[in-house]
C-alpha cells in the first residue's frame, strides 16, 4: 500500500508537484497519467527518496522508503531502464540485485525466463535494445516478487507482445492482491490495464476515480424512428436534447432509463440507446488542459 | 529478437527481511567493482605497473641495490597511483551510468551506501598492493637473488597503507563530484600536475600536503607525526565531501 498526502516539490521558484495526495489499495493497478512534465516522475522518485520532497510525506507499506528494512523485498521499482551499468552482463545485474534484496540466486534465472531474458542474460547491457533493458529493469523490480510494484512508463520500448505480457503481469500482481502503480502517457496502455486512474496535469492531480466512471458522462445517446416526436416529447419532460452524429438524438443529464421511459409512454421506436461514454484521450486532455 | 514471456509464479520467493549487514554490503561492492571491464582493467593495472616498473628498474640498474626499502614503496607508489581511479570509478562511476538509482532503491540509507564503498575499496587497495608487493619481491629475487631483506616487512605495510589510503581518496573524490570523467582528471591533475610543481617550485609546503610524500617519509621513519596526519587529512576530507554530496545529490 502507499499512502502520498500533500506532495510537494519545488525547484527554487517552480513548483512541479504540487499538493499530490492519494492512497493506493492492495488489489488494485493504479495508473498515472499525465502528459510530459506533468510530475509523474518526480511524484515517482520522491514516494522512493531519490528526490526529497519540499513538502508531504509518502508512506510505502507503512513507513517511509527509506525506513523500510529491506525495501527491494517490498516494492519493485522501475523508474529508468537505462540505470545500470552497461559493462554487466544481464545475468551478473540480476545477481547483485539478488544478493542486496537477499533472494536465492536460483530466482535470477527465473526472473530472466519470466521476461523473456535467459539468452541473452550473458550479454553485456551496452548490447541491449531498450525494450530488453525495460525488461530487465522489470526482472529486478520482480525479484522477490514485492507486494507493491511501482514502474514509470514501463510499456517504452516493448513490442506488442510485450505490452500484452506486462499486462497480464501486472493483472496477475493486482488479483495476487499486490498493489501497483503504473505511470505512462500510452493513454491506451493505461485504459486497459488499470482500474483506477490518477490524472496528474502542471503537477496537481486534476482526476483520481475508477476509469469507467471518469470515462461516463453525464447524458444518453438515442436513435429512434422518429426523432422529431421523441425529441419533443423529452423536452416537454424537460431533458435538453440536441442532435448527435448519424441522427441520433443527444440528452443530457438524463439516464438511459429515463430516456426509455419517455419513450414507452409516447410509444417510439428505439434503435438505440447508450450512456455516452467519453474517449481516455478526450478526458486526459480536458482535464490537463493549462 | 525473439522472446519468450513467461506466466509469473504464484509462489513468493524467500527474501531477507532486512538488508544486507555490511560486510555483506562491503563484499556486494567489491563484487560490484570487479564486474566490468573497467574495474577489472584498473585492478589489474594496479597490481602490475609496480612489479613491471621493479623489473624495469632492477634490470636497467648498474649497481645491486643494498636497500629494499625504498624500490619496493616507490614502485608501490605507481600502484597506489592508479588506484585512485579504482576508488573514483566505484563511486563516480555509479552517478555517471545512472547505476546509483538502483543502488539507493534498495539501500535508501546513503551513508551505509558510503561506507560500503569506502570499506570496499579500502580492502581492495590494500590487498591488491600487498599482492603486487608480493611480485615486486620476487621480480628482485629473480634479478637479485642476494638482495637484502631489510625493511622488506615494513615497506609491504607501507604500500598496503598507501593502496587503502589512495583508494578511499579516489572513493571519496568520486563521490564529491559525481562524474567520472570530472572526478578522474581532477584528481591526477592534482596529484601528478599540481604536487609535482609544488615539490619543485615549494617544496617545503608541498612535503607538508603530499600524500605520497608522506608514504615516503612513514616508510623512512621520518615525520611520522606529520605524514600520518597529511594521509588522515587527506583521506578525511575526502571521505566526508564524499559523503556530504552523496547525501545531499538528487538522483535524477
Known amino acids: 500500500m502507499i499512502t502520498v498526502s500533500g506532495l510537494t516539490k519545488h525547484y527554487g521558484p517552480r513548483t512541479v508537484v504540487d499538493d499530490v495526495s492519494f492512497t493506493l489499495e492492495p488489489g488494485t493497478v493504479t495508473g498515472f497519467l499525465g502528459p510530459n512534465g506533468a510530475g509523474k516522475t518526480t511524484t515517482m522518485r520522491m514516494i522512493t527518496g531519490l528526490v526529497p520532497a519540499s513538502a508531504g510525506s509518502a508512506l510505502v507499506d507503512g513507513r517511509p522508503y527509506s525506513a523500510l528494512p529491506n525495501p527491494g523485498s517490498v516494492m519493485g521499482t522501475l523508474l529508468d531502464a537505462a540505470a545500470v551499468h552497461p559493462g554487466r552482463t544481464g545475468r551478473m545485474h540480476l545477481r ?68 500484452r505480457w506486462m499486462r497480464g503481469l501486472l493483472r496477475d500482481h493486482a488479483a495476487r492482491g499486490g498493489t501497483v502503480l503504473l505511470s505512462s502517457h500510452l493513454l491506451g496502455e493505461v485504459e486497459h490495464t488499470v482500474d483506477r486512474l490518477l490524472v496528474i496535469g502542471g503537477g496537481r492531480i486534476v482526476a483520481d476515480g475508477p476509469v469507467a466512471s471518469l470515462l461516463s458522462s453525464d447524458g444518453v445517446s438515442v436513435t429512434s424512428a422518429d426523432p422529431v416526436s421523441l425529441a419533443a416529447d423529452l423536452t416537454a419532460r424537460g431533458f435538453a436534447v440536441a442532435p448527435g452524429d448519424d441522427g441520433a438524438l443527444v440528452v443530457s443529464g438524463a439516464s438511459p432509463s429515463d430516456v426509455g421511459a419517455v419513450a414507452a409512454a409516447g410509444g417510439h421506436v428505439l434503435s438505440e440507446l447508450r450512456p455516452l461514454q467519453r474517449g481516455l484521450e478526450d478526458v486526459f486532455f480536458s482535464l490537463t488542459a493549462a | 529478437m525473439t522472446t519468450a514471456l513467461a506466466t509469473p509464479v504464484a509462489v513468493r520467493p524467500a527474501a531477507r527481511r532486512t ?19 573497467s574495474g577489472m582493467a584498473v585492478a589489474a593495472a594496479a597490481l602490475l605497473i609496480g612489479p613491471a616498473a621493479m623489473a624495469l628498474a632492477a634490470g636497467t640498474a648498474s649497481e645491486d641495490l643494498d636497500d629494499a626499502l625504498g624500490p619496493l614503496v616507490v614502485t608501490g607508489l605507481l600502484g597506489a597511483l592508479v588506484l585512485l581511479s579504482l576508488g573514483a570509478l566505484s ?49 628482485l629475487l629473480a634479478v637479485q637473488p642476494s638482495w637484502p631483506w631489510d625493511g622488506v616487512g615494513r615497506a609491504i605495510l607501507m604500500v598496503a597503507v598507501a593502496g587503502a589510503a589512495f583508494a578511499l581518496i579516489g572513493a571519496g573524490f568520486g563521490a564529491a563530484v559525481g562524474n567520472t570523467a570530472g572526478a578522474l582528471t581532477g584528481i591526477y591533475l592534482l596529484n601528478l600536475g599540481v604536487l609535482p610543481i609544488l615539490q619543485t617550485t615549494k617544496p617545503e609546503l608541498a612535503d607538508k600536503i603530499d600524500p605520497g610524500n608522506a608514504i615516503l617519509e612513514l616508510a623512512q621513519g621520518d615525520q611520522q607525526v606529520q605524514s600520518v596526519v597529511i594521509l588522515t587529512v587527506w583521506v578525511g576530507v575526502a571521505l566526508i565531501a564524499g559523503t556530504v554530496m552523496t547525501r545531499r545529490r538528487q538522483v535524477s
Open chain 2, 91 to 139: 563511486t563516480a562511476g555509479e552517478w555517471t551510468h545512472g547505476s546509483i538509482q538502483t543502488t539507493f532503491l534498495l539501500e535508501p540509507r546513503r551513508g551505509r551506501v558510503m561506507a560500503a564503498k569506502a570499506a570496499a575499496v579500502a580492502l581492495m587497495g590494500a590487498v591488491i598492493a600487498v599482492v603486487a608487493s608480493g611480485l615486486s619481491v620476487l621480480v
Open chain 1, 96 to 163: 547483485l540485485l539478488a544478493d542486496a534484496i537477499g533472494v536465492p540466486a536460483p530466482r535470477v534465472d527465473e526472473v530472466l525466463e519470466l521476461v523473456g531474458l535467459s539468452d541473452a542474460a550473458g550479454r553485456r547491457i551496452r548490447g541491449y535494445s531498450l525494450g530488453m533493458r525495460q525488461r530487465l529493469g522489470i526482472a529486478g523490480a520482480l525479484l522477490a516478487d514485492p507486494p507493491v510494484i511501482m514502474f514509470d512508463e514501463p510499456a517504452n520500448g516493448l513490442d506488442p507482445e510485450g505490452i
Open chain 2, 19 to 37: 538488508g544486507p549487514s555490511l560486510p555483506s554490503a562491503v563484499w556486494l561492492e567489491v563484487r560490484k567493482s570487479l564486474s566490468t571491464r
